[in-house]
Each structure stands twice: as C-alpha cells, then as structure tokens.
C-alpha cells in the first residue's frame, strides 16, 4: 500500500522505509555534525537501488541537509568564506576527476570494486583514528589528569609552502595549497562515493591547517552543499543516474531527522559523540569489507551495457 | 466451485475473445505444416497497454483463446496444446564473472550480450518438449535453451556457462519465465493463461505469440503485442532526466536547497 516506483531506479520501494531511512541518517548526521553520506549511500545500497543511482541521489540528499546546517553555522558567524572558496574551487577540479574516473571504471566493471575498497580504506581509517582519540581522552579524563588543549599557532610543514594567504576569519596565514588539496580530495570522495566528506575534511582542517574548531565545521558543511550540488549536476547530466523522487523522500526524512539528532546531540559530551561515531564508521567499514571478502551467492553478474 | 461460476467465466473470457477479433484481424497466413487440419487458434491479450506510475508493483496479464474448429470431443482430452511467448524489447547487458584476487572477489573481464530479451516468458499446458521436438522449438524460437545468442555465443564452454549464468539471473529477477502448465484449457476449445511482469520491466513493445500443436505439429499460430509505457509523474520524470538531463540536475538541486531551507526555517530557534 506504500509501495511507491521509482522512475530511474525502476524499482519499487516502500514510502515508510526511505523517509524512514533518510530520517535515520539525518538523525545521526544532525547528532554528530556530519553529512550522513557516508551512511546512506551504502544503506540505499543495501536496500536494492542501483549503485550508480545511490551514489547520485545520495549526493542530491546531502545538499539539502546541508543547506540546512549552514544556514544555522552562518548565523553564529563560523563560516570562513575565504577558505570556503579555496575549498570550493578544489572540490569543483576534484569532482569533475571523479565523475570521469566513475564514467571509466563502469565501463570496464571495476566501479563497485574501487568504490568499496575506498569506502573501507577511508572510514576504516577514521573510524580507528577517532575511536582510539576518543577513547585516550576518556581514559585520561577517568584517571583525573587534564586534558591538554590543541597547541595553537605552532608551525608545521604546510608553513614552508608557497602562495600564501591570509584568512582573516579563521586568523591564519597559509599557502593556498593544502586548501586547494584538501578541497580536491574531497571533491574526489563526493563525486566516488556520494558523500559529502565532512568526515575526511574536517579532521585534515584541524590537523593539517590547524583552523579553530568552531570554524571548521561551519566551512565544511559550507563547501559541501557546492560540490554535492556539482556531483547531483554532473551525475544527472552525464550518467542519468539521478533520481529525484527518492531524493526528495530521502531529503524529507533527513530535514526532520536532523533537527531531532541536533538535540540529542547536545545531551551527549564530545568525546562520547566522537566515539560512538567512530563505532558506527567502523561497522559500516567492517560491513563493506565482508562484502568483499566473503564468497558471493553468485559470482555472476549482468548489469545493463547502456548503463556505462 | 459452481457450475454458474464456471460458466460466467466461460462466457465472459468467449464475449473478450469476441471484442478482441473484432478490434484486431488475425494476421494472415499462419505457418502451418501441409495436409494436418483445420483448426485455427485465436488469442488476445487482456491489457494491451501497461502504464507504470508510482503505485506500480509489477502486473499479471491474462492471454486467453479459443481453438476455431476444434477436433477436441471432451475438456481436457489432451488433443491441442497451447504455447504462448512473451518477449519484451530488446536490451544489451553486461555479464561479469567474479574470481578470487587476493582474498577480494573482483569482477573478471565481462561479456556483451547486444540484443537479448529484457523479458521472456513461455507458458505451456504440457512440457514444452513433450508438445513438439526440440527441432521444432529451436525453428520457432519457443523456449530458453532456444534463445538466440548466437552472435554472442560460440559455442566454448566458457561461453557457454555465461550463458547460462545469464539465464540464470534472469530467472532469479522474474524476467525470464518457464511455466509448463501455464496455460489451461476450459471446456473444449476455450484456453486460459497468466503472465505475471515483474516491477522491474523495461518500457515498450511485448510481442504475444500463441501457437496451437497437435500431435507435435503446428497447426495454427496467432500473435498479439502489448505497450508497456510510463505515465504520469513517471514519465514526466523519466523524460526530463534522459531529454533534459542538466534542467533535470537543477530541478534536483532547486528541491534540495528549498527543503533544506524550508527545514531550517521550520525548526530554527533563535
């Protein structure tokens, strides 16, 4: 009775299910302050929609979340639209590779293949870095010693870099280069894997360009709604891979979702978010890697050869 | 179940068949081996035009016909048999064999198969062999093993289990259907049999063909088609995301930015 057919996906799904399912990731994306992707594009996999179209429309959700989380982080002034911009003109370069480099490993089958390892390589990285950050500080805090704030101001090899700029908001004086790197990468992520690289971004802005906390959020989540946008642009236009009708019950679940997992957010300490967070990038990693590694039902497979 | 009931849809699949030879003439000069009979098979199909909207979760068609000029003395004396193919447009597809690479299962060179049926189906009231030998089915082209791959196919081992793997998948996603008693016969000429189109049919023309065997020979042939199109919504999406793919992308975006601002505005606080 809920049943509802999507026109690209050809398929049908249940209504509850996918508002359901993008309220979930909007939940845990509003909780923890992350885009969600990394979530959702494997449970739409998971769930029967194509691939191709769950890369595609994974990324048409995260515009809409994010619109949403930077309109909240531009009033509290914690947008940096000067590294915005840099970030935005290496995530553009970043996502054209991707879209070209997906549209090649399609055609000689190898695009769910480079796609997982990707998704293991990454989120089994982040996921072990966070939970054993998370899990030191709270060891530390249980023994009674004080936790040593980030040094700020000290100076690392990005410093000796050429070109560089000043951002007066997040009061730093950098070469233009690791911005722009960080921004490809992420652009790259994106148009691959149908996430919007939060998750990537803003550990390497305060680790590598050592910008203050409270502004790497709001510059992330800021540059993700232009290159998500591009990747749903470039995808829809180059592959037909876009379906709307599921975006847009992803992208109404996830707006509600989300604000619900701002709240419960706000209940639970840092270092607790980061860890239980860290658990769920693992799962998802370990999930994956299984895929890869177990012996499939059928080492068959037909995909359509217009598809590619 | 009544006798009436029975009877009522006696009438009601006779007065069908009826508006259907009325509506479409049967096409001329069936293929009938030399010196056999008489009898003539007439068909039609019950939805000749399939639209797919958003509450579409697949479909059953019923084809159904009589048997002009039937020998038969009594129901079910086993004097006809009845074949129907359905066979939808034709679609190219990629088969890939994963082996084992260093502990990851990858994806080995694939193989193209450029016009296959992206559906076929074959009901029957008996064993398609046991109805006509297998020289007979490959000539008509009745049946799976008969499916022609030819160009694609050179006969290997290696070519060969592609083949079957595709079969295979095929049968698993309910595109391709074998069913041997799919076709029932009620009273003494009438016949009766479902298909059922799964949610994930390609859009098109379905060819119907109905062949009526006695004794192993082809004695008549009929044939009927059905238009499996998107409607509505469907379509409207559809069209735009394959004819106007970057207005597509945009409209994609505008609805995401929109709702996102829309959630913002709805649930702000401050």
């Known amino acids: 009775m809920f049943q509802i057919y999507l026109p690209i996906a050809e398929i049908s799904v249940n209504l509850l299910v996918m508002l359901g399912l993008g309220a979930a990731v909007g939940f845990l994306s509003g909780m923890f302050g992350v885009g969600g992707g990394f979530l959702l594009t494997p449970f739409l996999m998971l769930s029967g929609i194509p691939p191709a179209i769950a ?22 002034g914690n947008v940096d ?19 070209l480099l997906l549209k090649y490993l399609r055609g000689v089958g190898q695009a769910g293949l480079i796609i997982s390892l990707t998704y293991v390589v990454f989120l089994g990285t982040i ?17 009674g010693k004080s936790v040593s704030a980030r040094k700020s101001g000290q100076h690392n090899w990005i410093h000796g870099l050429p070109f560089k700029m000043r951002f007066p908001r997040s009061r730093l004086y950098i070469s233009a280069i690791p911005p722009l790197a960080i921004g490809g990468l992420v652009g790259l992520l994106a148009s691959f894997l149908g996430v919007g690289g939060g998750f990537i971004m803003v550990p390497a802005m305060i680790y590598i360009l050592r910008m203050p906390t409270n502004i790497v959020v709001g510059t992330s989540i800021f540059q993700i709604i232009f290159v998500t946008a591009l990747v749903t642009l470039l995808h829809a236009t180059l592959n037909h891979t876009l379906d709307i009708l599921l975006a847009f019950l992803l992208i109404i679940g996830g707006v ?14 840092g270092e607790q978010l980061r ?14 890697l299984i895929d890869l590694v177990a012996r499939p039902a059928d080492i068959y497979s037909i995909i359509p050869a217009a598809g590619g | 179940m009544g006798v009436s009931r029975l009877g009522l849809l006696l009438l009601f699949v006779m007065l069908l068949g009826g508006a259907a030879r009325a509506q479409a003439p049967v096409p001329p000069a069936p293929v009938v081996k030399p010196g056999t009979s008489q009898e003539k098979v007439q068909a039609d199909i019950s939805t000749r035009q ?17 048997v002009d000029f039937s020998d ?8 006809y048999d009845v074949i129907a193919v359905v066979r939808g447009p034709n679609d190219s597809v990629v088969v890939r064999k994963k082996t084992r690479v260093a502990g990851l299962w990858i994806n080995g060179p694939g193989k193209t198969y450029t016009d296959i049926p992206s559906f076929y189906a074959v009901l029957s009231s008996r064993p398609i062999r046991a109805i006509a030998s297998d020289d007979t089915l490959r000539e008509l ?24 793997a595709l079969i295979r998948l095929m049968e698993e996603r309910n595109l391709y259907t074998v069913n041997d008693s799919g076709v029932v016969f009620i009273g003494r000429s009438l016949f009766r049999g479902t298909v059922a189109l799964p949610v994930n049919l390609s859009t098109g023309l379905y060819l119907v063909d109905v062949y009526l065997f006695r004794d192993g020979d082809l004695a008549s042939r009929t044939n009927g088609s059905l238009e499996v199109t998107k409607a509505g919504m469907e379509a409207t999406i559809y069209n735009l995301a394959f004819h106007k793919p970057f207005l597509y992308g945009l409209l994609g975006i505008a609805i995401a930015v929109l709702a996102g601002l829309m959630g913002w505005f709805a649930f702000r606080r401050d």
């Open chain 2, 72 to 79: 038969a003395r009594m129901p079910a004396s086993g004097t």
């Open chain 1, 275 to 288: 860890a239980l967070l860290a658990l769920m990038v693992l799962g998802v990693a370990v999930r994956i």
């Open chain 2, 141 to 164: 082209g009745i049946g799976l093993s008969a499916l022609d791959f030819s160009r694609d196919t050179a006969g290997s081992p290696q070519e060969q289990s592609f083949k079957s």
């Open chain 1, 81 to 99: 639209l000067h590294m915005g911009a840099l970030l935005i003109a290496g995530g553009v370069a970043g996502a054209l590779v991707g879209v």
């Open chain 1, 55 to 76: 890369v595609a429309t994974g990324a048409n959700q995260i515009v809409g979340t994010s619109v949403s989380g930077t309109l909240a982080q531009w009033r509290r």
């Open chain 2, 50 to 66: 399939i639209t797919i909207q958003s509450n579409f979760t697949g479909i059953e068609i019923l084809i159904f016909g009589s």
């Open chain 1, 256 to 269: 509600i979702g989300g604000q619900f997992g701002v709240r419960a957010g706000q209940k639970l300490r």
């Open chain 1, 127 to 143: 996921g072990a870095l966070m939970l054993w950050e998370s899990v030191n500080v709270m060891r530390r805090q249980r023994a």
